[in-house]
């Protein structure tokens, strides 16, 4: 008998079924990594062993004795601790309050103790060797890969015997995804069991003992991490068919004409004089390490900040206000958070997807529901949606068909110039492929695509050309023959013996 054992779990959702007859068994001392395509029912099995979801029908056993797991708290009595793949903070709170909600310690007059709790927060961050994170700092206000490792933080604080991490390193700054595939094995060589869920296979590969496989919320198999690991097999099963490569056929459609050209644009210290030009047709990747200035340069673009230097748009000095005015200017941005910034939760993908458009779907004050439901089956098509239906809440869709919705609406609007920021983020290998399609798709058509990927192979064999931020510069204009993986690291650190202010030309 295994440790941990979820037998014959069984879970649907206004009929239809998420989960049907699944099983997974993790032992003492082992990552156990849970794979499967967006929607196959990753997140539900563990939200069902977190308590979060009751089964339908199904038995937990936790340590040898049948769990009676109906709440969050009975989990956690189990020692089962889960760090949600939705962050689940309270953006006015501390960082410290955040990790210590509900057991913030009292002072012997009854109120809150802030130094104590402070220490505790320090002594935490210590212990887990992170020092980025200011304990008094408001949680919304630090960086998404900040909110991860408080997240995770949280979860351990309370020493959980069961780590669940749903698609934990998905947010996480490059050094910290390490960081964290480290401490899983620490965790399990302390005798714990760890159970991951991530669309990286590098990951798997590296940080994994065994690897339990779902299809379709069906169990599809389990098989151990060692030499003999055959990842198109793999993938095969995660998918029903097997998948080559996912990376496009590159077809350079670079035009001659400018679409956008940055003269010396600065803001504070995260943009000090971006000097590039970026062709229609061009896919352009953004690299560099963690904070260069990339994020900034996106959100600068889409009028989320007030930049100096000049801005031209098809040749036109522009300016660039809000994000309303940049999306009326015709530039659309799919961002970095996207649950949060991206959704109407609470509402079907069919409004999700046409509401930025509905000025084009309107004709005199009547809505097309024909033009609206073509373009929702569009997009739902393209970006291969898995959900009831067009109507389905965004709110019960899963992780990665979420950020496919948020991609969705963005391009539904079909804007002259894209924004996209890490994409791929939580999506699984079959649906990056239909996304890397759908970018070549919109270079072909003269579309210039800014693509901003934290993943080097993806910048490699995706984009017609990447440029290196460093230090709030163009360090680096990379194409063709110089466009490899060796070049944009050398870039990033500085190898490259360049002083971070090359102007930027088309190669
Ligand atoms: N609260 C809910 N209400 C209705 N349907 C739901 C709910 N939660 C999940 N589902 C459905 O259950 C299925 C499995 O979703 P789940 O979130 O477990 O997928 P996942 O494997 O974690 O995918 P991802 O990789 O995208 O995170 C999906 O079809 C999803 O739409
Ligand atoms: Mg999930």
Redesign the pocket.
């Known amino acids: 008998m295994a440790d941990l054992e979820l037998n014959h779990i069984s879970k649907a959702?206004?009929g239809n079924y998420?989960l049907s007859d699944v099983t997974l068994s993790c032992n003492r001392g082992e990552v156990h990594a849970l794979l499967?395509e967006?929607?196959?029912?990753?997140?539900?099995?563990l939200k069902v062993l977190a308590g979060a979801y009751h089964p339908d029908e199904g038995e937990i056993k936790v340590f040898g004795k049948t769990a009676v797991i109906k709440n969050p708290t009975d989990a956690m009595r189990y020692g089962i601790g889960c760090v949600y793949?939705e962050l689940s903070f309270i953006p006015d709170l501390s960082v410290a309050e955040n990790i210590f909600i509900g057991r913030i310690p009292k002072t012997k007059f009854g109120n809150f103790d802030y130094k104590k709790l402070r220490r505790m927060t320090l002594e935490l961050f210590e212990k887990y060797d992170v020092d980025e994170i200011d304990p008094d700092a408001k949680a919304g206000m630090i960086s998404l890969s900040q909110k991860q490792i408080m997240e995770i933080l949280k979860i351990l604080s309370k020493d959980p015997e069961i780590v669940i991490l749903d698609?934990a390193t998905s947010a996480l700054a490059e050094n910290r995804v390490q960081w964290l595939l480290r401490l899983a094995r620490k965790l399990a060589d302390a005798g714990k069991i760890v159970i991951f869920i991530s669309?990286r296979m590098a990951e798997i590969k590296d940080g994994c003992d065994r690897i339990t496989i779902?299809r379709n919320?069906t169990y599809a198999g389990t098989l151990p991490v060692d030499e003999n690991l055959d990842m198109d097999e793999v993938i095969s099963m995660m998918l029903g068919r097997k998948m080559s490569s996912y990376f496009p056929e590159i077809e350079d459609c670079t035009r001659e004409e400018v679409a956008l050209e940055l003269k010396n644009v600065t803001y504070g210290r995260a943009l000090r004089g971006v000097n590039l030009k970026l062709h229609k047709g061009e896919v352009l990747g953004i690299g560099g390490l963690a904070g260069q200035g990339q994020a900034e340069l996106l959100k600068a673009l889409y009028g989320v900040y007030p930049t100096e230097g000049e801005i031209l748009l098809n040749g036109k000095p522009i300016r660039i206000k809000s994000p309303k005015d940049a999306i009326q200017k015709g530039i659309g941005l799919v961002p970095e958070e996207r649950g949060i910034q991206g959704l109407f939760l609470n509402l079907g993908i069919d409004f999700n997807i046409s509401i930025p458009s509905i000025e084009k779907l309107t004709s005199g004050l009547l809505v097309s529901r024909r033009k609206e439901a073509e373009l929702v089956e569009k997009y739902m098509n393209v970006l291969a949606v898995?959900?009831a239906g067009p109507q389905?809440l965004a709110r019960?869709?899963?992780?990665?068909?979420q950020q496919k919705i948020v991609m969705a609406k963005i391009l539904s609007c079909e804007p002259e110039l894209l924004l996209m920021h890490d994409i791929t983020r939580?999506v699984?290998v079959g649906t990056k492929k239909e996304m890397f399609g759908l970018v070549r798709t919109l270079a072909k058509e003269g579309k210039p695509v800014l693509f901003f990927s934290t993943d080097v192979e993806e910048l490699v064999n995706v984009c017609d050309r990447v440029i290196v931020m460093r230090d709030g510069k163009v360090a680096a204009s990379l194409k063709l023959k110089t466009l490899t993986k060796e070049n944009i690291i050398g870039a990033s650190i500085g190898a490259d013996g360049k002083g971070g202010d090359t102007e930027d030309e088309k190669a």
């Open positions: 959702f206004n998420a499967g967006n929607g196959a029912g990753k997140s539900t099995l793949q698609e669309h779902l919320g898995k959900a389905a019960e869709l899963s992780g990665g068909n939580g699984d």
